[in-house]
């Protein structure tokens, strides 16, 4: 049985885009619409606002990256759409799942809401992180035997 040499880049370009995707929903709903908190809340209202700009501009960084793996993946006939779209659910989950529990409580660096009960807010949040993860776990799985079966 031969590993696929495109497997790593597929999924490193949809964990990059589902970081991406996440980190854009979460500062533009919860950031911007919401104004819920900003990434960094333990300083000033001016500070957080820079906060969220960096944290923005990553959430950027990372989208552009991914297309660029995932236009060399189509220019060279390599995309694998399963293992992409687990990446996507990995990257996705993954991000939540992080900014659930290390950065809203283990670092305190802000919460979800401020001035309301958080729990049913931290379980929603972490288990669709932990959703997202398990679907992109079950599609790589998925993927590998379609693989063992066609290699």
Not at 80 to 95: E, H, K, M, S, Y
């Amino acid at each position: 049985m031969r590993a696929n040499p495109a497997a790593g880049p597929n999924v490193l370009s949809g964990v990059l885009l589902g970081f991406g995707i996440a980190a854009f929903i979460d500062e533009t709903i919860f950031h911007q619409l919401l104004h819920w908190h900003h990434f960094y809340d333990r300083s000033t209202p001016s500070v957080g606002l820079i906060s969220d700009g960096i944290f923005h501009a990553l959430g950027w960084f990372a989208t552009v990256a991914a297309l660029f793996l995932f236009a060399d993946l189509r220019r060279r006939r390599t995309f694998a759409p399963l293992r992409w779209w687990a990446g996507v659910l990995l990257g996705a989950g993954a991000f939540q799942l992080y900014d659930g529990t290390v950065q809203h409580k283990l670092m305190r660096l802000h919460q979800i809401r401020y001035h309301v009960d958080l729990v049913p807010y931290d379980w929603t949040w972490n288990i669709l992180a932990a959703v997202m993860i398990v679907a992109g776990v079950v599609l790589l799985v998925r993927d590998r035997r379609v693989d063992v079966r066609h290699g």
